[in-house]
């Protein structure tokens, strides 16, 4: 494995893809069976990324040495992901955003391989409706994930609207309580006076 990245701010990837690079401040990936990594920005897992361009010759190194996203299979077909694709690890969610796969041991889809019959075809149409500028590559897009704050908001919703319809039951329990005792009282003061007066 060579020791030099065709970017020379870029650092090795030690233990990924061999002669992967990575900018210095993110963390090298290794996905689809180790034929493919990412550099994930600092800060992020990348767990789920936004899509990026589906022209796969933006992940040849060798061609475009600031790819943040570098694969062998350069004669695959990345699955399509809303007007872009998915990098090979990743699978399209219901968001159109790109997931991680939780086995990252398994290769590629055979569609994927350069023996598939309609590689080359997709590629091809890949290639020429994506923009020059349009790189695997320029960067990798953390998607925001609303499920967790959904879920964590949800029960904090429900507790307290419970807490209030007991607050709310229990100020009703004693302002009964307190007018009936009123009326008890007052309506015990009557028969005393009368009784007495009699």
Do not use: H
Request: glycine share 4%.
């Amino acid at each position: 494995m060579s020791s030099n990245c065709p970017n020379p701010s870029f650092v090795p990837c030690q233990g990924a893809l061999p002669n992967s690079c990575c900018p210095s401040t993110n963390t090298c990936i290794p996905l689809a069976g180790n034929t493919t990594v990412l550099c994930c920005p600092s800060g992020s897992d990348c767990k789920e990324i936004k899509p990026i361009t589906c022209d796969l010759s933006q992940q040849n190194v060798t061609v475009n040495p600031d790819a943040v996203v570098q694969t062998t299979l350069l004669s695959g077909t990345l699955l399509s992901c809303g007007e872009k694709c998915c990098p090979f690890g990743y699978s399209c969610n219901d968001n159109e955003n790109c997931a991680m796969d939780l086995d990252q041991k398994l290769l590629a889809s055979p569609t994927a391989g350069p023996s598939a019959t309609t590689s080359s075809t997709q590629v091809t149409r890949s290639t020429s409706s994506s923009k020059s500028t349009d790189t695997a590559a320029a960067t990798i897009t953390p998607a925001p994930s609303s499920s967790p704050s959904t879920a964590v908001k949800l029960p904090i919703v429900i507790a307290v609207t419970v807490l209030a319809s007991i607050l709310a039951m229990s100020i009703l329990g004693f302002s009964l309580f307190w007018f009936y005792r009123k009326r008890t009282r007052a309506i015990t003061r009557v028969a005393w006076k009368y009784g007495t007066e009699i």
